[in-house]
């Protein structure tokens, strides 16, 4: 498999900055009582949504998770609106009627966070299956968690892309915890991955803090899975900065894998990597630094401006059309 | 156009059939929807099944195996991958064998499916019909008879449609595969193998439109699915005391014909509510606390219900026969109305 191009890695670097950014602006505008709900944070895996995502187009779709903002910035759906919508407001990308959890850009290819854990395997299968059955070479990413992999909804879903060889990438994005519960306690597999010989589908454990290394799993399954192979499963091992949600006092974790992190910020990483080979610039770095920095601001201060929605928007959305509604 | 008589069965097939031809985008899939993926079928082109009570075959002889798809026995990935389908452009229909299984995938229905669009801001559509056979008298015990019709008509981004006749399961499948939404639509057991004049064309019967079935001066009997041939057995009984009831089918019961019933209603000022779901939180309250709220004025008795009791379906026959709402029990409710 070819190395992700030069040219592509300041996209990824910038990418890999909104979202960590972005979510350490989240946690503290939800800590300042701005954002209102439940809001589960993505700092530490941004290489796995970012690596995965370079490879794909507008066209092809992911489905996404609780845990579900560095998808949305790393398949493109716009900052701002994604801002306005963890703050209920009109301009956000569902109007405000979704929130944190249920961020969507059909049109971006993203089929929605989601509040039920396990529930984006089938519905990745499903658009697959248009897919196939349209004869289009889109591809469909499902990124779950740990926890997520142990739900019947994922299993039956694994094993139907494989019997039906539809053109769906699985990514379990293995951080460690399900909500509080450790992976060894709830998981009876060595590795997520080692699921995938009984579906009859390749399975790979990556580094998910290494962006190079997730970007090779994940162009050659995509690969396979474009040219009409079927599925892969890719477990990508990696950390959260932040709790379950916000508010979780972290009590879980361990003072040596809080140390453990640091030292594999996948961030870091990448910075290292491509300085070392003199990819990108120093001077480059802080620039997209800068902007990010710009771009959340921007999008913050939007959000605070932004309307609430209309109040008659709680009646719309629920039907295309329906005929007689109760009073 | 040509007009014949063909089975409830019959007509639910010819609807698939008729929109598969006509769009490419309609696919079926589901558990033995054809049956049989084996080699010396496949060579003759032929399936097992068609379905487990055959509704569905002769489809996959004309349409192929990728547009009609078995599944595993996975009710929440196909389910789910239906929803997943037609929210990326396709327009399947999904067989949930029976309606009693909608416990092994509700949250595909109710959380994905159902709440996709609202809490997308509108920005996605989920044009799916899941068809799922229902109801009591088959013998089938308790885990293949149930109703629950009501458990779907509380959720809201679904719309649910109980078909009664070989007419309107027709005409109220093509538009339900034609519409953008989320369609329930339930086909009876018991009724599978009933006839009645259909027409060949294509033909719809929109949504929210209920249907008088028999006119009728003095009391009104609401019926869903197969209680409406028990509403009109009673009313030829009740005709012989001369009680005239007026039978109303509503079709669908999301969305609810509200006005022609309560201009029924109005007219009968006597309301009687056939349900063969069970009676707690049901569409038979629904319709009863319609009339209270809407045309209590015009009541002059206290509406009445006639539904299946508080219970799982059993399966001795006389039990399951006693716990099936019938016309003698249809007839005492009416006659109580107009005591």
Same mark, same amino acid.
């Given at each position: 498999?070819?190395?992700?191009?030069?040219?592509?890695?300041?996209?990824?670097?910038?990418?890999?900055?909104?979202?960590?950014?972005?979510?350490?602006?989240?946690?503290?505008?939800?800590?300042?009582?701005?954002?209102?709900?439940?809001?589960?944070?993505?700092? %530490?895996?941004?290489?796995?949504?970012?690596?995965?995502?370079?490879?794909?187009?507008?066209?092809?779709?992911?489905?996404?998770?609780?845990?579900?903002?560095?998808?949305?910035?790393?398949?493109?759906?716009?900052?701002?609106?994604?801002?306005?919508?963890?703050?209920?407001?009109?301009? %956000?990308?569902?109007?405000?009627?979704?929130?944190?959890?249920?961020?969507?850009?059909?049109?971006?290819?993203?089929?929605?966070?989601?509040?039920?854990?396990?529930? %984006?395997?089938?519905?990745?299968?499903?658009?697959?299956?248009?897919?196939?059955?349209?004869?289009?070479?889109?591809?469909?990413?499902?990124?779950?968690? $740990?926890?997520?992999?142990?739900?019947?909804?994922?299993?039956?879903?694994?094993?139907?892309?494989?019997?039906?060889?539809?053109?769906?990438?699985?990514?379990?994005?293995?951080?460690?915890?399900?909500?509080?519960?450790?992976?060894?306690?709830?998981?009876?597999?060595?590795?997520?991955?080692?699921?995938?010989?009984?579906?009859?589908?390749?399975?790979?454990?990556?580094?998910?803090?290494?962006?190079?290394?997730?970007?090779?799993?994940? $162009?050659?399954?995509?690969?396979?899975?474009?040219?009409?192979?079927?599925?892969?499963?890719?477990?990508?091992?990696?950390?959260?900065?932040?709790?379950?949600?916000?508010?979780?006092?972290?009590?879980?974790?361990?003072?040596?894998?809080?140390?453990?992190?640091?030292?594999?910020?996948?961030? $870091?990483?990448?910075?290292?990597?491509?300085?070392?080979?003199?990819?990108?610039?120093?001077?480059?770095?802080?620039?997209?630094?800068?902007?990010?920095?710009?771009?959340?601001?921007?999008?913050?201060?939007?959000?605070? $401006?932004?309307?609430?929605?209309?109040?008659?928007?709680?009646?719309?959305?629920?039907?295309?059309?329906?005929?007689?509604?109760?009073? | 156009?040509?007009?014949?008589?063909?089975?409830?069965?019959?007509?639910?097939?010819?609807?698939?059939?008729?929109?598969?031809?006509?769009?490419?985008?309609?696919?079926?899939?589901?558990?033995?929807?054809?049956?049989?993926?084996?080699?010396?079928?496949?060579?003759?082109?032929?399936?097992?099944?068609?379905?487990?009570?055959?509704?569905?075959?002769?489809?996959?002889?004309?349409?192929?195996?990728?547009?009609?798809?078995?599944?595993?026995?996975?009710?929440?990935?196909?389910?789910?991958?239906?929803?997943?389908?037609?929210?990326?452009?396709?327009?399947?229909?999904?067989?949930?064998?029976?309606?009693?299984?909608?416990?092994?995938?509700?949250?595909?229905?109710?959380?994905?499916?159902?709440?996709?669009?609202?809490?997308?801001?509108?920005?996605?559509?989920?044009?799916?019909?899941?068809?799922?056979?229902?109801?009591?008298?088959?013998?089938?015990?308790?885990?293949?008879?149930?109703?629950?019709?009501?458990?779907?008509?509380?959720?809201?981004?679904?719309?649910?449609?109980?078909?009664?006749?070989?007419?309107?399961?027709?005409?109220?499948?093509?538009?339900?595969?034609?519409?953008?939404?989320?369609?329930?639509?339930?086909?009876?057991?018991?009724?599978?193998?009933?006839?009645?004049?259909?027409?060949?064309?294509?033909?719809?019967?929109?949504?929210?439109?209920?249907?008088?079935?028999?006119?009728?001066?003095?009391?009104?009997?609401?019926?869903?699915?197969?209680?409406?041939?028990?509403?009109?057995?009673?009313?030829?009984?009740?005709?012989?005391?001369?009680?005239?009831?007026?039978?109303?089918?509503?079709?669908?019961?999301?969305?609810?014909?509200?006005?022609?019933?309560?201009?029924?209603?109005?007219?009968?000022?006597?309301?009687?509510?056939?349900?063969?779901?069970?009676?707690?939180?049901?569409?038979?309250?629904?319709?009863?606390?319609?009339?209270?709220?809407?045309?209590?004025?015009?009541?002059?008795?206290?509406?009445?219900?006639?539904?299946?009791?508080?219970?799982?379906?059993?399966?001795?026959?006389?039990?399951?026969?006693?716990?099936?709402?019938?016309?003698?029990?249809?007839?005492?409710?009416?006659?109580?109305?107009?005591?």
């Amino acid at each position: 498999m070819a190395e992700i191009s030069k040219d592509k890695l300041p996209w990824v670097y910038e990418r890999m900055r909104l979202i960590r950014e972005f979510e350490n602006r989240a946690a503290k505008l939800f800590a300042e009582g701005k954002v209102p709900g439940f809001v589960h944070l993505y700092a %530490g895996e941004e290489a796995i949504a970012v690596g995965v995502c370079a490879l794909l187009s507008d066209s092809d779709y992911i489905t996404s998770t609780h845990r579900g903002h560095g998808h949305c910035i790393a398949k493109g759906v716009d900052i701002k609106e994604m801002m306005c919508e963890l703050y209920g407001k009109k301009n %956000g990308s569902c109007n405000g009627k979704g929130g944190s959890m249920h961020i969507a850009d059909v049109d971006k290819g993203m089929l929605g966070a989601n509040g039920i854990v396990g529930a %984006g395997g089938p519905l990745a299968c499903g658009a697959g299956l248009t897919a196939k059955i349209k004869e289009t070479d889109q591809v469909t990413i499902c990124f779950f968690g $740990d926890g997520a992999a142990e739900q019947g909804t994922m299993h039956e879903s694994m094993n139907l892309a494989s019997i039906w060889k539809l053109p769906v990438v699985f990514v379990c994005e293995n951080n460690g915890y399900a909500e509080t519960t450790p992976s060894f306690y709830h998981c009876a597999a060595e590795d997520v991955a080692d699921r995938a010989t009984a579906y009859n589908m390749p399975g790979f454990v990556v580094d998910g803090t290494d962006l190079f290394a997730v970007h090779e799993a994940a $162009d050659e399954a995509i690969a396979r899975a474009r040219r009409g192979e079927g599925p892969t499963l890719i477990e990508c091992k990696a950390f959260r900065y932040y709790g379950h949600f916000e508010g979780d006092n972290m009590s879980y974790y361990t003072e040596e894998e809080q140390a453990e992190q640091k030292a594999r910020d996948p961030l $870091d990483k990448f910075i290292k990597r491509v300085v070392d080979r003199k990819l990108i610039s120093t001077e480059k770095l802080e620039e997209i630094d800068a902007r990010a920095k710009t771009v959340i601001d921007e999008a913050v201060q939007l959000a605070e $401006d932004s309307p609430y929605p209309d109040l008659d928007e709680v009646m719309t959305d629920v039907y295309v059309s329906y005929q007689e509604v109760m009073p | 156009m040509t007009t014949r008589t063909i089975t409830y069965r019959e007509a639910i097939n010819e609807a698939i059939r008729l929109e598969m031809r006509r769009d490419p985008a309609v696919i079926l899939m589901g558990e033995d929807v054809a049956g049989g993926a084996v080699t010396h079928l496949e060579k003759k082109g032929e399936e097992a099944w068609g379905g487990v009570l055959g509704v569905t075959k002769g489809l996959v002889q004309e349409f192929g195996r990728s547009r009609v798809r078995d599944t595993p026995i996975s009710e929440s990935a196909f389910i789910g991958a239906a929803v997943g389908a037609a929210s990326t452009g396709l327009r399947p229909i999904a067989e949930l064998m029976f309606v009693d299984f909608f416990g092994v995938c509700m949250d595909q229905i109710y959380n994905q499916g159902g709440k996709m669009r609202y809490m997308f801001g509108g920005k996605a559509k989920i044009p799916l019909v899941i068809r799922t056979l229902y109801g009591a008298g088959f013998r089938a015990a308790a885990q293949h008879s149930a109703v629950l019709y009501s458990v779907f008509t509380h959720m809201p981004g679904l719309k649910v449609v109980a078909p009664s006749t070989p007419y309107n399961a027709k005409g109220l499948l093509i538009n339900a595969i034609r519409d953008d939404d989320l369609v329930i639509y339930l086909e009876h057991l018991v009724l599978l193998d009933s006839s009645g004049p259909v027409p060949e064309n294509d033909y719809v019967i929109p949504f929210g439109k209920a249907e008088i079935v028999r006119p009728g001066r003095d009391v009104t009997v609401v019926a869903i699915g197969r209680m409406r041939s028990f509403a009109m057995q009673a009313a030829e009984e009740l005709a012989k005391e001369s009680i005239d009831v007026e039978v109303v089918d509503p079709q669908t019961l999301s969305p609810l014909d509200e006005s022609t019933i309560l201009e029924s209603v109005k007219k009968t000022h006597r309301l009687v509510v056939v349900d063969e779901d069970n009676p707690r939180c049901s569409v038979a309250n629904d319709i009863v606390t319609l009339a209270a709220q809407q045309a209590f004025a015009y009541l002059d008795s206290a509406p009445r219900t006639v539904t299946a009791p508080h219970t799982p379906v059993p399966f001795s026959p006389p039990l399951e026969d006693a716990y099936i709402p019938s016309p003698a029990k249809i007839v005492a409710a009416v006659k109580e109305t107009v005591a």
